[in-house]
């Protein structure tokens, strides 16, 4: 049973354009949810926490949908430095860490 | 602050052999984490600690054992390692209760370790 399900990828994208990212969940107790970017062969790293309403910071923007049960990631604009590999990632209720997607690979071409 | 370091960053056994690898953190955090990262299967819980003394099962516990002696550090150990923990191990660390919305965890750099 797949619990978080992230398209692999690979994304090439022109620099400056905008490319959007979705990522499902089965957990529908989920509570919290995030995007983390993990460049190669280095550890993840929080991006953004996403929120019910919706939440944007700087070119980035995260959305959830909890009837449909995905959370999508937006990137304007862009960067070659935004090539990485980004984690949806979801935690349920309890302490016991996150559940991670493998991830999707974005590379940005010039 | 150093943030989460783990040793070693590197290591080579061979089938069978021990080996304990260390996690530190400086964040004064409550909770630490130690995760295996494999081509393909994303990154997946092997152990947990929600403090000084305890410890509890992840996704994928066999084959490991943990301790958390103090605050500051989570050891895990390889009993006789087998080649299916050839993996990057990542120890990552948490400053509030997990269930709610500001628990970003920390990553540590990670460690690789093959298995002969």
């Known amino acids: 049973r797949k619990e978080v399900e992230q398209d692999p990828g690979p994304f090439n994208v022109p620099e400056g354009a905008t490319v959007a990212f979705n990522c499902t969940y089965s957990?529908?107790?989920?509570?919290?949810f995030f995007w983390y970017r993990q460049d190669c062969r280095k550890e993840p790293k929080l991006l953004m926490s996403?929120?019910?309403s919706g939440n944007e910071d700087g070119r980035f923007t995260a959305q959830l949908n909890r009837a449909s049960q995905y959370i999508s990631l937006l990137i304007r604009d862009s960067k070659l430095s935004d090539s990485a590999t980004y984690l949806c990632?979801?935690?349920?209720?309890?302490?016991?860490?996150?559940?991670f997607g493998k991830g999707t690979h974005l590379i940005i071409q010039p | 602050n150093a943030g989460v370091t783990q040793t070693p960053k590197f290591r080579v056994l061979k089938t069978g052999q021990s080996m304990t690898l260390l996690c530190a953190q400086d964040?004064?955090?409550?909770?630490m984490y130690w995760y295996r990262q494999d081509p393909g299967m994303g990154l997946r819980l092997i152990h947990y600690s929600v403090g000084e003394g305890t410890t509890a099962k992840g996704e994928v516990p066999d084959g490991y054992n943990v301790s958390r002696l103090k605050k500051q550090n989570f050891l895990l150990g390889l009993e006789s390692a087998a080649p299916s923990q050839t993996s990057v191990y990542f120890c990552a660390s948490s400053y509030s209760h997990p269930a709610g919305v500001y628990n970003e965890q920390f990553f540590g750099p990670g460690t690789r370790l093959t298995v002969l």
């Open positions: 964040m004064n955090h409550e909770y």
């Open positions: 996403v929120y019910s």
């Open positions: 957990n529908s107790a989920s509570q919290s």
């Open positions: 990632v979801v935690r349920g209720g309890g302490a016991d860490g996150l559940t």
